[in-house]
């Protein structure tokens, strides 16, 4: 097939930029599927062998689109939602896939495609693919385990609950490396007088691959439902147990053979005591390769591509993010 991932940004990211690192990884497992595989991204980026760039901006109005738009293109794949303008009059059939968490009542088209079941399920649908990733791009070195854990997530979000994260390890004086973000202030001040905290700031890269798999496990105690949280595959497929909330879609991402769902002060307490060697590192790299593997995702995506391209929908109604308890909830925090 001939497909276009419409994502029109700077590729790859500066930083750790999650989408942005899925459609990179999406297309090369296209290419290797054999699909000419074109990425609209902005002048300049660099993508997979393979794969070809088509200069765009966002912003982009349907008459820019028809000036760069390969000849014979049969598909496009959108990484994050247009207007409805665009979207009724793109010449060539197309899909979305939904990164985040609506609001309440906000509808996506009928070819949405969501992160996991639940994430789907929570907006009235029913199509989901897991994020893959590419192993190449980590370290698996289970003898290398150290004894801290680590919490990598965007540490000025209140809903990633790094101070949750913080706070048990204190209680359960069990060392914590803190990545992600900006340091905010209550934990800046915390962590220069707590002997369990250690600050390491924004990481990509090699110091980000030997954080997740020297690790012996990953914290994540999201307090909203999480859609798919990459840094769980990350994690996993360095081999490191991930420990989180049963929020979103950790219920099904995180079996009981590679991590945890402790839902309160005490069962994360006691998790925590486990620690370390509570899990199999080889274990958590083998879910983590059959699951979310980058070839994976793509052989996912294109079962969806081909329904898609030959005129079916994925939902005979438009996904719609309902007005459940937990899809309220979070927006309060």
């Given at each position: ?81 247009v207007g409805d303008d665009l979207w009724n009059s793109f010449p060539v059939p197309s899909l979305l896939t939904v990164h985040g968490n609506g609001q309440i009542g ?69 060392r914590l490396k803190i990545a992600g973000g900006r340091r905010p202030l209550g934990l800046r001040i915390w962590s220069q007088f707590s002997p369990y905290l250690d ?20 914290l994540f105690p999201v307090r909203w439902p999480e859609p798919f949280g990459l840094v769980i595959a990350e994690a996993l497929i360095s081999g490191t147990p991930v ?91």
């Open positions: 097939m001939k497909i276009l991932i419409v994502h029109p940004v700077r590729l790859p990211p500066r930083d750790y930029g999650g989408v942005e690192r899925v459609v990179l990884w999406l297309a090369k497992g296209l290419v290797e599927r054999g699909h000419e595989v074109f990425v609209a991204a902005e002048p300049g980026s660099q993508l997979p062998a393979g794969s070809q760039l088509v200069e765009a901006q966002s912003g982009y109005r349907l008459e820019d689109w028809l000036r760069v738009l390969p000849p014979g293109l049969e598909l496009a794949h959108f990484m994050a939602p906000e509808k996506y088209p009928k070819n949405s495609v969501f992160l996991s079941q639940d994430h789907a399920k929570r907006h009235g649908a029913s199509a989901y693919v897991y994020n893959g990733i590419d192993p190449s791009e980590y370290l698996f070195e289970p003898r290398s385990k150290k004894n801290w854990n680590l919490f990598l997530s965007k540490t000025s979000w209140s809903v990633k609950n790094v101070h949750g994260a913080a706070r048990w390890s204190a209680l359960s004086r069990q600050w390491v700031g924004p990481v990509a890269g090699q110091k980000k691959a030997e954080l997740l798999t020297q690790a012996q496990a990953l420990i989180g909330n049963p929020r979103g879609s950790l219920v099904e991402l995180i079996p009981s053979q590679v991590g945890s769902l402790p839902d309160s002060d005490e069962e994360w307490l006691e998790t925590l005591s486990r620690l370390p060697g509570a899990y199999d590192s080889e274990a958590c790299r083998s879910w983590a390769m059959d699951q979310f593997h980058y070839r994976t995702m793509a052989q996912k995506y294109e079962e969806v591509y081909r329904l898609v391209s030959g005129g079916g929908l994925l939902h005979g109604a438009p996904p719609m993010t309902l007005d459940t308890a937990e899809n309220r909830d979070w927006r309060r925090r």
